[in-house]
């Protein structure tokens, strides 16, 4: 019931614009830059959502504590205004932030969370197949756009040969980031290369790029010292690279998502 509640109001907290980004500019600029998101799910174990599937509804107002692990911007965010309405309803929500995206999915597999909230069911499934780990999808919250950034380049015109782009090295943002520079006409892909691509991949690099394979939560601080970065939209949004001027600035540079890149609440299977 815990997970089923927190969806509830989390999605409410989005309904009512509690996170309402860049507003009008936002979409003005998503125009030009041919923009797709990433729906992020609450994370859960399977048996977490087994057991609530099959308790009655009339529990959620019983109330309690719900521990879930999220990344900083904007899932810790969103969840301070869900915390708001939750408490009204009876329940308490502590929020754990967390840096990286390994720690959010090891304290929820060993019961430490109920749940986490910053991942994309593409990464979860990734996760659970690498580490022999067993969260499922709690229920999908958000997008958020996934894109290329300017580091010491201003525009993908001034590309030069030779010249640096750091990139996360998790698998499926890798690929993601591999194919948003595919679609920008930096990279060519093998053909079939797919959401498990990897620079070995790569059949044609006519500016003979290098790509730099970086934990998503740095790809952004080496910005002052590569060309371009590409990175998630949260990673993104803390370093100040979505704001609404900053968006407006990167017209013609696309991004790139599909609806099971929405950003999902996950929890463990059958606890």
Request: hydrophobic share 40%; net charge negative; with cysteine.
């Amino acid at each position: 019931m815990k997970k089923k509640v927190l969806s509830t109001i989390l999605a409410g907290v989005l309904a009512l614009s509690a996170f309402a980004g860049c507003g009008s500019s936002t979409e003005e600029s998503t125009d030009t830059s041919a923009a797709t998101k990433e729906e992020t799910p609450v994370a859960a174990t399977e048996e977490a959502v087994s057991a609530e599937n099959t308790e009655s509804t009339d529990t959620a107002a019983e109330g309690g504590t719900i521990k879930v692990a999220a990344s900083a911007t904007p899932h810790a965010e969103i969840l301070e205004e869900a915390k708001k309405i939750l408490a009204d309803e009876g329940w308490n929500l502590e929020i754990k932030i967390f840096d990286d995206y390994v720690m959010p999915n090891e304290v929820v597999e060993s019961g430490e969370f109920d749940a986490n909230y910053f991942q994309h069911i593409p990464y979860l499934e990734s996760f659970n197949e690498e580490k022999g780990t067993h969260l499922v999808n709690a229920g999908g919250i958000h997008y958020e756009p996934f894109g290329i950034y300017p580091g010491t380049k201003s525009d993908l015109s001034e590309l030069a040969d030779g010249d640096t782009i750091a990139v996360p090295n998790d698998t499926t943002n890798e690929a993601r980031a591999l194919l948003l520079l595919q679609d920008n006409g930096i990279i060519t892909l093998k053909e079939g290369a797919g959401l498990e691509a990897t620079v070995n991949d790569i059949a044609e690099n006519p500016h003979n790029v290098k790509i730099e394979e970086l934990a998503a939560e740095q790809v952004a601080r080496v910005a002052p010292e590569v060309a371009f970065v590409v990175l998630n939209g949260n990673y993104a949004l803390q370093a100040g690279l979505l704001r609404c001027k900053r968006c407006i600035g990167l017209r013609g540079i696309r991004f790139r998502g599909s609806e099971d890149l929405r950003e999902h609440h996950c929890s463990k299977r059958g606890t």
